[in-house]
């Protein structure tokens, strides 16, 4: 009853998160007594996978910080660590973004329940959803009693994503090296997508990766015309964002450190909690364009 109380009395508490401020995402699964717990973070990908069984990208004690979204950027990785408050054992997940679209599954798995002298208590063990997207979650609690439990048991919580795909399609791409290891980039886009003029103006950030490199990051300070079709940062613009019935297009000009020359290109470009990402071949001259009549009608092999 004791241990009981001591949990109880915890769980109320809830300590504030530490560094809550450097991130967006923060799971915290707290549990008393010698139970042995995972929590677990399933990457969308692997999301319809087995929770009894460990899948490739899963963020849990066996790979703390996986790499997600962006290939080697670290800010949309999520980070796994483990430690003790008082009695009560802590095991959390945090992350600041989390791009890649789709769900998320939360899993909390017992490996095992070991409190034999007292089976009928089970292991009490709270699941806290601290922060998704920036905001306050939920949490759920369950007991495990040990009395009719046998093997390994889970419980999911879904988290769908912050990010809703903004459905590009690169249509031109252009670099130009300008010596010191950087060149000169411009990206010309098209987007499925209807924005709003609130999902361009209120976003606090547009961003754009290239493979493994951030080279373009802005604090979202738009300008746009009256008639609120075509918005831009920056004079002379570095981004600009046509957003009527006839044309739905981002054309982006920056500098990277990269060379894009004769490679394969992952781009990711980031407007808000909107995300595009596609995949091209940049030629030997630095270039890249679209060919809509190769796309819909492709030679025969």
Known sequence: MRK???LTTILLLTPSFVGADAYNYAIRMMWVGDAEMQLIMRHPENVSDNEDAVSAK????????????????????????????????????????????????????????ADPEKPAQGTKVLIDT??????P?????????????YGTKTWAIIKESDYKDLYTRILKFRYVKSG?????????ANYATNLDRDDITTNTYFKVYLNNEQVYRDTGNWEWNKKQTV??????WTVKVWRNDNK?????????????????????IVLGRYIGTNDFFVRKNGKYVFKEHDYIHPDKK
């Open 231 to 236: 918005f831009h940062v920056h004079k002379p």
């Open 248 to 268: 739905r297009e981002i054309k982006v000009r920056g500098v990277a450190d990269g060379a894009y020359h004769s490679v394969d290109v992952r781009s990711k």
């Open 180 to 188: 010191l290891g950087k060149g000169k980039y411009s990206i010309y």
């Open 130 to 135: 601290l922060l998704w997207k920036g905001l």
């Open 58 to 113: 899963d963020c849990y004690s066996g790979n703390r910080s996986p790499d997600w979204g962006v290939q080697d950027i670290t800010s949309d990785n999520p980070e796994w660590a483990s430690y003790k408050d008082g009695v009560t054992n802590v095991q959390e997940i945090v992350a600041e973004d989390l791009f890649d679209v789709g769900n998320y599954k939360i899993i909390a798995r017992c490996i095992s329940n």
């Open 137 to 149: 979650g939920d949490r759920e609690s369950v007991t495990l009693n040990a009395s009719t439990f």
């Open 4 to 6: 009981f109380l001591i």
